[in-house]
């Protein structure tokens, strides 16, 4: 009889330590997952933190903090990066000439797209230099992917799409005198579908238009944001 019941409670002692285990390694799993899904996103200051993101992707603040009121905006010229696939895909078809081409004209129209939402849309006044600034806009525009570009040799054959391409619109905040960090607005979306799916022939300037229409749109995300959470006031 005493051995039964000590039996008995190896037994149970060896049922718990499996559950323990199994419990364990179940969690194990899904805290490797939850890791695996979430986004690394590259943050302008490793601080930051995910908040409220409205229309955009993501909108990241400091610890505490909001996006403080401000009149005077400086825009600093916004850098573009390509997709690295567009960059595969196209080898051998593109210049250098070609990348800068494309560069500066898609970061002057992102700047352009910018300085008009704030100035149409908001009280802020847009200023010349960083030292007049209460805040300092660094836009990027990254991951750009042009699904067929108008390049130096584009040859012979004509290309038709139903939508230009995509891009990572990644705007930071900079609080003018100090250089420090306000936030950061992150958004990858794709140029908008023409109406009823038409195939378009592609060209430079079809391509222009609705990268064009796509920077306004994040335009009047952000300025919509902006004044929905108080910090500027609408014209």
């Known amino acids: 009889m ?7 409670k190896i037994l149970s002692a060896q049922t718990h330590a499996r559950s323990a285990g199994i419990f364990a390694l179940v969690s194990a799993v899904l805290l490797l997952t939850a890791c695996a899904s979430d986004p690394v996103l590259p943050k302008s200051d490793p601080k930051l933190m995910g908040t409220k ?12 903090s909001g996006i ?5 905006v400086f825009i600093e010229d916004p850098q573009v990066t390509f997709n690295k696939h567009w960059l595969q ?3 051998g078809d593109y210049t250098d000439r070609d990348l800068e081409r494309i560069t500066t004209t898609y970061g002057e129209m992102l700047k352009k797209a910018l300085r008009e939402g704030m100035t149409e849309h908001t009280s802020v006044t847009v200023v010349d230099s960083a030292a007049e600034a209460d805040v300092i806009y660094r836009p990027l525009l990254r991951e750009l992917n042009i699904y067929a ?5 584009p040859g012979r054959t004509k290309k038709y799409v139903y939508e230009a ?8 905040l900079i609080q003018a005198g100090t250089d420090k960090v306000i936030a950061q607005f992150i958004d990858h979306r794709e140029t908008s579908t023409h109406v ?3 195939l378009e022939r592609t060209n430079r300037v079809n391509n ?9 749109r994040w335009t009047r995300n952000l300025t919509s944001y902006l004044i929905d959470t108080g910090t500027l006031t609408p014209r």
């Open 2 to 8: 005493l051995f039964a019941l000590l039996n008995k």
């Open 165 to 172: 391409g995509n891009a990572t619109f990644d705007l930071t």
């Open 149 to 153: 570009p108008d390049l130096s040799m």
């Open 89 to 91: 895909d196209f080898r």
């Open 68 to 72: 403080p009121a401000f009149s005077r």
């Open 196 to 198: 009823g799916s038409q």
């Open 53 to 64: 993101a409205g229309s955009f992707d993501h909108v990241l603040m400091m610890p505490g």
């Open 208 to 216: 222009a238009r609705h990268f064009r229409n796509l920077m306004e």
